[in-house]
């Protein structure tokens, strides 16, 4: 059984710039949630999609947004890029709510 | 607000050492679910373990064993006889009941296996 897929793996990017980021579950999971892991801030969670509606967001500006498809396939976008945002974003996707989650590799992204 | 501690930042062993990792977590809700995963350099985070608030009772699975104990709000985990591949960030996290696939994550505890 194929893991969590996310592309790019790695991005590199300008301020000002925007981004997607995109990440498919396993298969069957309907639950795809995202991170954002700093050096400074740790792990923090973003935002959760199931069946493309969005359950959950974190504490994070509206320049951060996602989507889920009927696929379960997720996206998430940063508009007008910060240096802050150079961050591993993390998908992770469940079968079920509050069970355990599986990650993907994440995208590694830079802003220059 | 829920919250996990991990006082620990970093922990170096020398292998086959026994070595236990804490984690303390906060919150007013009383039911929740915690958890344990593990992330090599390679960066993907890996599940280890899920335990309902209602179930106290200690697990082993191999070189690995959890202490759960709601009364001091400690999920505590033991690696026994440590190895090299042990090496690795450890995080505990939270998700409360009804609150989706939200984790709340320590910080992390690096986990550094000497031969």
């Known amino acids: 059984k194929a893991g969590v897929t996310q592309t790019p793996r790695y991005l590199i990017k300008t301020r000002g710039q925007q981004v997607t980021l995109s990440c498919s579950p396993i298969s069957g999971h309907r639950s795809v949630s995202w991170y954002q892991q700093t050096p400074g801030q740790g792990l923090q969670f973003l935002f959760e999609?199931?069946?493309?509606?969005?359950?959950n967001k974190g504490n994070f500006p509206g320049r951060f947004s996602g989507r889920q498809f009927s696929n379960s396939r997720s996206e998430m976008n940063v508009s007008t890029l910060e240096l802050g945002d150079s961050a591993l974003y993390l998908c992770?996707?469940?079968?079920?709510?509050?069970?355990?989650?599986?990650f993907g590799p994440g995208t590694r992204l830079t802003v220059l | 607000a829920q919250k996990v501690t991990q006082a620990q930042t970093e922990i170096s062993v020398v292998e086959k050492e026994d070595v236990t990792l804490d984690c303390v977590y906060e919150t007013r809700d009383t039911t929740y679910y915690l958890f344990w995963y593990k992330q090599p350099p390679s960066g993907e985070l890996v599940f280890l373990i899920r335990?309902?608030?209602?179930?106290?009772q200690n697990e082993i699975s191999g070189r690995y064993s959890w202490n759960f104990q709601k009364s001091t709000s400690s999920f505590n985990f033991t690696i026994t006889a440590s190895q090299v591949v042990d090496s690795a960030v450890y995080f505990c996290?939270?998700?409360?009941?009804?609150?989706?696939?939200?984790?709340?994550f320590g910080t992390g505890t690096q986990l550094k296996v000497e031969l």
């Open positions: 335990r309902n608030s209602f179930d106290e």
């Open positions: 996290a939270l998700i409360l009941t009804g609150g989706g696939n939200k984790l709340t």
């Open positions: 992770a996707s469940s079968l079920v709510l509050e069970g355990e989650q599986f």
């Open positions: 999609y199931f069946s493309e509606t969005q359950r």
